[in-house]
């Protein structure tokens, strides 16, 4: 059975499913369900200072796939509204009930050294193993001077970084907002600030949908609504994309990072891990569907490595952060056509439909003697674009096949249908 436990930034954790500082993550009674049910750790919910933040009702909203799941999760609820000597209290408690899970405090105060100082010192006392930074929280908190107004500014995320590394001997994750032109410039911020580690992403600024009826966003408070902040499913291509664009970039080049965004099952784990993640972070999967649902997420994943020969999470981490480049970089002189098997076909046409209005008309619809349709493939007009791949309703109907195999690779750089081609290299 392959071996799940991991070491993140210097914190041990018998496997790498975390739950984020969010509402699963905000006192005891969760926190230690949470580790009964087998999560490696938690990142507990953001403290601050006294008194604490008072939220509103209602909080939450969704968006829905066509079967009623959902898909993307928006809250408006903002940090701790418990006090932080409550907080402080049952932290201590948990880690000493806790020894082997992880056990790290998410925190947001003003930009002020001082104010830093003190809360820092503070979760150090409680034996936490780590601090998270909160450098993303986008409702609520920016007009307050924290959260995304700190994590849109890479000057003082270096700053406060410092600050706490400064003052506590704990190891320092900042929590990236992905509400920025490029959030490489903040990982950079954090990484000079002495950072251990960052954590990526934070929520994104959205509303899920209207009421037509009353004529306001969702969540409703008293006829009123706000941006809140989006996750779940919905975020994963956004999440793994900023994952990604710090694993590669030579000025991060060996940070550790803990991802999150959308992370609902074993191999959506397993995606981040392979884009150099260390440790996942989950928190809508586990709010819709409960804390046992990391149950099948290890399970899932040590068959998984079982079936790959990899023994243990280092074996396959960061093996496709190599395979990801910039476009200039891909081979021009790949292609691909599609293929479609009449044994699998449905004769539904969605292919065909899909690629004659909005594509590059390369399906032909050949009517049959019985009255039903045909459809091939014109390798002539075919692009390659895996529209009608993606349209089709029955799995592996359709297939990409690659042609001109024998032409060497081309870059975009090089190619002389580039009018700024580097010529000569």
Request: net charge negative.
């Amino acid at each position: 059975m392959a071996n799940l436990k991991t070491t993140f930034a210097g914190i041990q954790a018998p496997n790498p499913f975390w739950l984020a500082s969010a509402p699963p993550t905000d006192k005891a009674y969760n926190v230690e369900r949470a580790y009964e049910a087998g999560w490696g750790g938690v990142v507990w919910k953001t403290l601050g200072e006294d008194p604490a933040a008072v939220n509103v009702s209602s909080r939450y909203s969704a968006t829905y796939d066509a079967k009623g799941q959902v898909v993307g999760f928006n809250n408006i609820e903002l940090i701790t509204d418990r006090s932080l000597e409550i907080n402080l209290r049952e932290i201590e408690a948990v880690k000493k009930h806790w020894p082997e899970q992880a056990l790290v405090v998410s925190l947001m105060v003003p930009c002020v050294e001082d104010s830093w100082k003190r809360i820092v010192k503070l979760v150090e006392e409680t034996g936490a193993d780590g601090l998270e930074l909160n450098f993303g929280c986008p409702h609520g908190m920016p007009e307050r001077g924290m959260g995304a107004a700190v994590g849109q500014v890479p000057d003082i995320v270096e700053q406060v970084t410092r600050w706490c590394k400064l003052h506590s001997r704990l190891p320092v994750i900042v929590k990236l907002t992905p509400n920025i032109t490029d959030i490489r410039f903040s990982a950079r911020a954090a990484k000079a600030g002495g950072a251990d580690a960052v954590s990526l992403i934070n929520t994104i600024n959205s509303i899920t949908g209207i009421d037509l009826d009353q004529m306001v966003a969702r969540p409703i408070v008293d006829g009123k609504s706000t941006h809140g902040g989006y996750c779940g499913p919905a975020v994963k291509p956004i999440a793994l994309n900023m994952v990604s664009e710090i694993a590669r970039d030579p000025a991060t080049f060996g940070l550790p990072i803990s991802g999150i965004g959308g992370i609902s099952n074993w191999r959506d784990a397993a995606e981040f891990i392979a884009l150099g993640a260390g440790s996942v972070q989950v928190c809508t999967a586990a709010m819709i569907h409960g804390f046992r649902i990391v149950t099948e997420m290890k399970d899932g994943l040590s068959r998984w490595m079982d079936s790959k020969g990899y023994e243990k999470l280092e074996d396959f981490r960061g093996l496709a952060v190599a395979n990801t480049t910039d476009w200039k970089y891909l081979n021009m002189n790949y292609k691909v056509v599609a293929n479609i098997n009449d044994d699998s076909c449905i004769g539904c046409g969605r292919c065909y439909i899909s690629c004659e209005d909005t594509s590059h008309q390369a399906i032909a619809k050949l009517p049959q003697p019985d009255g039903s349709n045909r459809y091939q493939v014109i390798e002539d007009e075919c692009v390659g674009c895996n529209l009608c791949e993606i349209t089709c309703p029955v799995s592996a109907c359709i297939t990409m096949e690659q042609r001109e195999a024998d032409k060497p690779y081309l870059s975009w750089i090089h190619d002389e249908r580039n009018p700024h081609r580097e010529v000569g290299h």
